[in-house]
């Protein structure tokens, strides 16, 4: 997905990126937010556009629930499309013929490749998937998606 973001708003993002640290920034981001009044949270859910503005509600309407917001699909898509960086990486990891998954326990024997220790790698990336899954096939996140042909990919 492509940023939405104007020169304006890439502007103070670099600004704060090069002056303020990760933290300071999600607490400036806080603190500006919770300095507006109503009129201004309506002025920026109509700024930010429909989905952000939908899911950045549903963040703020969460208030003090245990529960996390249901994320928006620019977060859903980012979510998705990280594990299977990280499915990949492992993947690759998995098909270096020194990587991690090979193994030699003594030197005058022939490496070995250890497949469980890549079923264990790639199971909690799975388990991430698995919770994504209905949302992305459901409102077409990611329309180009072909499990079959990413799994075919990795076994490649």
């Known amino acids: 997905m492509k940023s939405r973001v104007g020169k304006e708003e890439e502007d103070i993002l670099n600004r704060l990126s090069a002056g303020l640290s990760r933290e300071e920034i999600q607490r400036v981001v ?4 919770k ?3 109503q009129a201004g949270v ?4 109509k700024r930010v556009g429909p989905e952000t503005g ?7 309407d969460a208030g003090h629930s245990k529960q996390p917001p ?9 979510e998705w499309q990280q ?17 991690q998954y090979v ?11 250890d497949p469980q220790s890549v079923a264990y790698g790639l ?6 998937m698995r919770k994504l899954l209905p949302r992305v096939f459901d409102e077409n996140i990611d329309p180009d998606f072909s499990f079959s042909q990413a799994i075919q990919q990795s076994i490649n």
């Open 54 to 60: 939908a899911a950045l509600r549903r963040a703020l």
């Open 35 to 37: 300095s507006l009044d």
């Open 103 to 113: 193994i030699q326990e003594h030197h005058w024997e022939e490496p070995y490749f």
């Open 42 to 45: 309506d002025r920026l859910f």
């Open 30 to 33: 806080a603190g500006a937010l």
């Open 70 to 78: 249901a994320p928006g699909r620019a977060k859903l898509k980012e």
């Open 83 to 99: 594990a299977w960086e990280e499915w990949d990486q492992l993947i690759s990891e998995a098909s270096d013929s020194e990587g």
């Open 123 to 128: 199971e909690p990336i799975a388990a991430r």
